[in-house]
């Protein structure tokens, strides 16, 4: 049982990430390389407001949300001059920078959290705890794995709702061809702004949630495999709706489960995963470009 | 240079009853100069045609006037209430930088300018309602905050606006399409539902970059009668960039013409243009082709299943030799339906057959969605045929890849994107393997594609199509849209020049070719 919850709460914080990077693939047609780094940011300062300065969770996924959000408002004014391939590679400029700063920031004997050691560098930080939220402890696995599906669920509603409205037709429009939307008097940049911050923030509350139910995080959360990773379910899946990256995450986070039952032995069972994940991306790419369940082809 | 941004009855003042007006308008690229101190001035409700030859800066004056392009030098005004104002060029540092100064298309749009594109532009991934709803200005629901915060607010104002959207649709006949996907519906409903796009953006002055191209005689007609009354209806002033053979259609509408010519602007009476149209135009394109060449009088014609027809041109005094291009029984179909070919009274698939015999022009004129750009796509190997044979110069290349039909004698002349817009024409022709650089194109060659104009630009394509080396037959989509008078007398040359060992296979939207004819067997 606590093995399902288990995968039901990584189901929930990765359908999250999938989700919110749908809004800049899928809706912004820009492939990004860095949406882990957002994660990051959101687990870090969850994890250090709540360890050294005792925040409460509310404050501290706040704060969390908060510094990803400005974060992703600096690095987007990048679009306005970069696009496609460029933007791929400030995407990537962010993603190293930010996994630089917090693998390195970091000074022995002195405590994580401090100016001088803010991430604790390679050694991470531990003893996050899960949080009480208005009285009722999510220490219990059930209870935690009732908030990330439901974080999870209540955030594909409001991004439902939220890209079906005329804000989405706009997003929409001006990836299909900026230049018209620019002359039909829109306002392209600023809509691309709020979506990144949109998904920034949401990616960061992810990262929160993760902290708080691992209790322990290292710089690998901002590793270049981990934004891979979220982009493969978002480019399995299919972008350009809601339904894609639910797809994507489902697949690629449960595929490697249903390996397990498949009696590999455990000396090659790392690498066949990893064979039998490149063939599908490969077949993927060759039959179904759009993905699983998308409706936009990311160039 | 004094630079000012006058706003709303600054604006009127400077700009005299006028809604649009520019002044000394400089504009060069890489040292070529293409407005020279041009002119304009846009009174409300005119309909005006704007032409000029290949390169004469038509496509500038309208990127210019829409805010896509900042002229080196000059002034524009716009009358457009407090969204309008005054740019003079060049914008002083500050300008650049002040949001309220920005000479952008957004702007121009916002004071009322509009535009719509040669080749459309719709969002293909949205119907044609939302292409049209998207434009609609001040939109509560486009504020992520206002979504969350005010959603019933946002929600009523989206309902208003679908409705606005239908209705604005349905008035060019586009109700039964609103839900259609804009990559799904025609040539001829595409380029309705840009206008309303356009419109709807709050647009009194709408200008249009060759709205009749690739049109049909009837699409044409119809297209007219859209832009007619939307002038009406709504109060439009309209300016129309259009080319050679679509000039004297729109001249039943326009009130005034624009004539560009070594960067400045002549105006000149429709009624005048229309006389000495008369003598450069004629009858279409086959009439045309005929006097201005040394074609047979009479072309034999063979009608094609599902309305299209072949006419064949020969060279007077040269006898059309073998047949180099035979095609029989050809089928193109998707899913059991014919996209090429026509469907018989007994419900089977019928193909097309036809042959062209070396010396010969064939013009090749049929509807919109006829299958013009399927057949010739088929014929040189992008698309797959169901059914039949083509045979080049005895040998069956059904089944060869395009390459190999290529290197055969076949080649093939795109009615858009044929140009490599990155290379110089010099390279342009490497790739082509042309030989021998036709007249006139010498002077580009070292110049960058993308800085061609559209005419120079169809130039270049159309040379590297009949210049390949050992050409046996050539395959021209549309090749005449974008040229003017002399450029067409230079492109019908150069097609002649080709004729001594190949032929010529010409697609053109019905109406452009009527002759006379006698039926062909």
Same mark, same amino acid.
């Given at each position: 049982?606590?093995?399902?919850?288990?995968?039901?709460?990584?189901?929930?914080?990765?359908?999250?990430?999938?989700?919110?990077?749908?809004?800049?693939?899928?809706?912004?047609?820009?492939?990004?390389?860095?949406?882990?780094?957002?994660?990051?940011?959101?687990?870090?300062?969850?994890?250090?407001?709540?360890?050294?300065?005792?925040?409460?969770?509310?404050?501290?996924?706040?704060?969390?949300?908060?510094?990803?959000?400005?974060?992703?408002?600096?690095?987007?004014?990048?679009?306005?001059?970069?696009?496609?391939?460029?933007?791929?590679?400030?995407?990537?400029?962010?993603?190293?920078?930010?996994?630089?700063?917090?693998?390195?920031?970091?000074?022995?004997?002195?405590?994580?959290?401090?100016?001088?050691?803010?991430?604790?560098?390679?050694?991470?930080?531990?003893?996050?705890?899960?949080?009480?939220?208005?009285?009722?402890?999510?220490?219990?696995?059930?209870?935690?794995?009732?908030?990330?599906?439901?974080?999870?669920?209540?955030?594909?509603?409001?991004?439902?709702?939220?890209?079906?409205?005329?804000?989405?037709?706009?997003?929409?429009?001006?990836?299909?061809?900026?230049?018209?939307?620019?002359?039909?008097?829109?306002?392209?940049?600023?809509?691309?702004?709020?979506?990144?911050?949109?998904?920034?923030?949401?990616?960061?509350?992810?990262?929160?949630?993760?902290?708080?139910?691992?209790?322990?995080?290292?710089?690998?959360?901002?590793?270049?495999?981990?934004?891979?990773?979220?982009?493969?379910?978002?480019?399995?899946?299919?972008?350009?709706?809601?339904?894609?990256?639910?797809?994507?995450?489902?697949?690629?986070?449960?595929?490697?489960?249903?390996?397990?039952?498949?009696?590999?032995?455990?000396?090659?069972?790392?690498?066949?995963?990893?064979?039998?994940?490149?063939?599908?991306?490969?077949?993927?790419?060759?039959?179904?470009?759009?993905?699983?369940?998308?409706?936009?082809?990311?160039? | 240079?004094?630079?000012?941004?006058?706003?709303?009855?600054?604006?009127?003042?400077?700009?005299?009853?006028?809604?649009?007006?520019?002044?000394?308008?400089?504009?060069?690229?890489?040292?070529?100069?293409?407005?020279?101190?041009?002119?304009?001035?846009?009174?409300?409700?005119?309909?005006?045609?704007?032409?000029?030859?290949?390169?004469?800066?038509?496509?500038?004056?309208?990127?210019?006037?829409?805010?896509?392009?900042?002229?080196?030098?000059?002034?524009?005004?716009?009358?457009?209430?407090?969204?309008?104002?005054?740019?003079?060029?060049?914008?002083?540092?500050?300008?650049?930088?002040?949001?309220?100064?920005?000479?952008?298309?957004?702007?121009?749009?916002?004071?009322?300018?509009?535009?719509?594109?040669?080749?459309?532009?719709?969002?293909?991934?949205?119907?044609?309602?939302?292409?049209?709803?998207?434009?609609?200005?001040?939109?509560?629901?486009?504020? =992520?905050?206002?979504?969350?915060?005010?959603?019933?607010?946002?929600?009523?104002?989206?309902?208003?606006?679908?409705?606005?959207?239908?209705?604005?649709?349905?008035?060019?006949?586009?109700?039964?399409?609103?839900?259609?996907?804009?990559?799904?519906?025609?040539?001829?409903?595409?380029?309705?539902?840009?206008?309303?796009?356009?419109?709807?953006?709050?647009?009194?002055?709408?200008?249009?970059?060759?709205?009749?191209?690739?049109?049909?005689?009837?699409?044409?007609?119809?297209?007219?009668?859209?832009?007619?009354?939307?002038?009406?209806?709504?109060?439009?002033?309209?300016?129309?960039?259009?080319?050679?053979?679509?000039?004297?259609?729109?001249?039943?509408?326009?009130?005034?013409?624009?004539?560009?010519?070594?960067?400045?602007?002549?105006?000149?009476?429709?009624?005048?243009?229309?006389?000495?149209?008369?003598?450069?135009?004629?009858?279409?394109?086959?009439?045309?082709?005929?006097?201005?060449?040394?074609?047979?009088?009479?072309?034999?014609?063979?009608?094609?299943?599902?309305?299209?027809?072949?006419?064949?041109?020969?060279?007077?005094?040269?006898?059309?030799?073998?047949?180099?291009?035979?095609?029989?029984?050809?089928?193109?179909?998707?899913?059991?339906?014919?996209?090429?070919?026509?469907?018989? =009274?007994?419900?089977?698939?019928?193909?097309?057959?036809?042959?062209?015999?070396?010396?010969?022009?064939?013009?090749?004129?049929?509807?919109?969605?006829?299958?013009?750009?399927?057949?010739?796509?088929?014929?040189?190997?992008?698309? =797959?045929?169901?059914?039949?044979?083509?045979?080049?110069?005895?040998?069956?290349?059904?089944?060869?890849?395009?390459?190999?039909?290529?290197?055969?004698?076949?080649?093939?002349?795109?009615?858009?994107?044929?140009?490599?817009?990155?290379?110089?024409?010099?390279?342009?022709?490497?790739?082509?393997?042309?030989?021998?650089?036709?007249?006139?194109?010498?002077?580009?060659?070292?110049?960058?594609?993308?800085?061609?104009?559209?005419?120079?630009?169809?130039?270049?394509?159309?040379?590297?199509?009949?210049?390949?080396?050992?050409?046996?037959?050539?395959?021209?989509?549309?090749?005449?849209?974008?040229?003017?008078?002399?450029?067409?007398?230079?492109?019908?040359?150069?097609?002649?020049?080709?004729?001594?060992?190949?032929?010529?296979?010409?697609?053109?939207?019905?109406?452009?070719?009527?002759?006379?004819?006698?039926?062909?067997?």
């Amino acid at each position: 049982m606590n093995y399902v919850l288990h995968l039901s709460i990584y189901l929930g914080i990765y359908c999250i990430a999938a989700l919110s990077l749908n809004i800049i693939v899928g809706y912004c047609g820009l492939l990004t390389m860095a949406h882990a780094a957002y994660f990051a940011i959101g687990s870090y300062v969850y994890a250090i407001t709540t360890t050294r300065f005792l925040w409460t969770p509310l404050q501290a996924a706040s704060m969390a949300v908060g510094a990803s959000v400005v974060l992703s408002v600096v690095v987007s004014l990048a679009p306005r001059r970069f696009k496609r391939d460029s933007f791929v590679l400030i995407s990537l400029a962010v993603q190293v920078i930010v996994f630089s700063v917090i693998a390195n920031w970091f000074e022995p004997m002195t405590p994580p959290g401090t100016l001088r050691n803010l991430t604790n560098g390679p050694f991470g930080i531990s003893g996050v705890l899960r949080p009480s939220i208005f009285g009722i402890s999510l220490e219990p696995l059930a209870r935690f794995a009732a908030l990330a599906v439901g974080a999870a669920l209540v955030f594909a509603v409001v991004l439902h709702f939220l890209l079906n409205s005329p804000w989405g037709r706009l997003l929409k429009a001006s990836r299909d061809d900026e230049l018209v939307a620019r002359g039909l008097g829109k306002n392209v940049d600023l809509a691309r702004i709020q979506a990144f911050a949109f998904a920034c923030g949401s990616v960061a509350f992810a990262g929160a949630l993760y902290a708080s139910y691992v209790g322990y995080i290292d710089p690998s959360t901002a590793s270049l495999d981990h934004s891979i990773l979220m982009l493969s379910l978002v480019i399995v899946g299919g972008t350009g709706n809601i339904r894609g990256p639910l797809a994507g995450a489902a697949v690629l986070l449960l595929l490697p489960e249903a390996l397990r039952t498949a009696r590999i032995d455990d000396a090659v069972a790392a690498s066949v995963r990893l064979l039998i994940f490149g063939v599908l991306l490969v077949v993927m790419m060759h039959l179904r470009p759009q993905g699983l369940l998308g409706e936009y082809r990311v160039r | 240079m004094a630079s000012t941004v006058s706003r709303g009855h600054g604006a009127n003042a400077v700009s005299g009853g006028f809604v649009l007006r520019a002044e000394g308008l400089h504009k060069a690229f890489g040292g070529q100069i293409i407005l020279s101190g041009t002119s304009v001035a846009l009174r409300a409700g005119e309909i005006v045609l704007l032409r000029g030859e290949n390169g004469s800066g038509k496509t500038t004056l309208l990127n210019i006037l829409t805010g896509y392009l900042r002229p080196d030098v000059g002034q524009i005004f716009v009358n457009g209430g407090s969204a309008g104002g005054s740019f003079t060029f060049p914008r002083r540092w500050w300008e650049t930088i002040s949001p309220f100064a920005q000479f952008t298309p957004g702007r121009m749009t916002r004071a009322g300018v509009s535009r719509t594109w040669q080749d459309i532009r719709l969002f293909p991934s949205q119907t044609l309602l939302d292409n049209v709803a998207v434009a609609v200005p001040n939109q509560q629901g486009e504020r =992520p905050s206002r979504l969350l915060l005010r959603p019933l607010g946002a929600a009523r104002q989206e309902a208003r606006v679908r409705d606005v959207a239908g209705s604005a649709l349905a008035r060019v006949g586009l109700s039964g399409y609103v839900n259609a996907s804009a990559d799904r519906v025609s040539l001829g409903q595409a380029k309705r539902a840009a206008f309303v796009r356009a419109v709807e953006t709050g647009a009194r002055i709408l200008l249009l970059d060759e709205p009749l191209a690739g049109l049909d005689d009837n699409g044409v007609s119809d297209i007219l009668s859209v832009l007619s009354d939307l002038a009406k209806t709504r109060g439009l002033t309209l300016v129309i960039v259009e080319h050679l053979f679509n000039i004297p259609r729109v001249l039943d509408l326009a009130t005034a013409v624009w004539t560009l010519r070594d960067g400045l602007v002549a105006v000149e009476e429709p009624k005048a243009v229309r006389e000495r149209m008369k003598v450069e135009v004629g009858h279409g394109l086959s009439e045309w082709l005929r006097r201005s060449s040394g074609l047979a009088s009479t072309a034999e014609t063979q009608r094609l299943r599902g309305g299209g027809a072949i006419s064949f041109f020969s060279k007077a005094g040269l006898e059309p030799g073998e047949v180099v291009l035979e095609v029989d029984g050809l089928l193109v179909s998707r899913r059991g339906r014919a996209i090429m070919g026509d469907q018989g =009274p007994d419900g089977q698939l019928r193909g097309l057959s036809f042959k062209l015999r070396r010396g010969e022009i064939a013009v090749l004129e049929a509807q919109n969605a006829w299958g013009k750009t399927t057949l010739l796509e088929s014929l040189v190997g992008v698309l =797959p045929v169901t059914r039949g044979r083509i045979v080049l110069d005895g040998i069956d290349v059904t089944r060869l890849e395009p390459w190999a039909r290529a290197s055969l004698g076949l080649s093939m002349l795109q009615s858009r994107r044929n140009v490599f817009d990155d290379l110089t024409v010099r390279e342009s022709f490497q790739v082509a393997k042309v030989e021998t650089i036709p007249d006139g194109l010498e002077a580009f060659s070292s110049r960058r594609v993308s800085n061609l104009s559209g005419g120079e630009k169809q130039r270049v394509a159309l040379a590297c199509a009949l210049g390949m080396r050992r050409l046996r037959v050539a395959l021209l989509d549309e090749p005449f849209s974008a040229f003017d008078r002399a450029s067409m007398i230079a492109a019908v040359a150069q097609t002649e020049r080709s004729l001594g060992d190949a032929a010529v296979l010409i697609a053109v939207p019905a109406g452009w070719a009527p002759t006379q004819r006698k039926e062909r067997l």
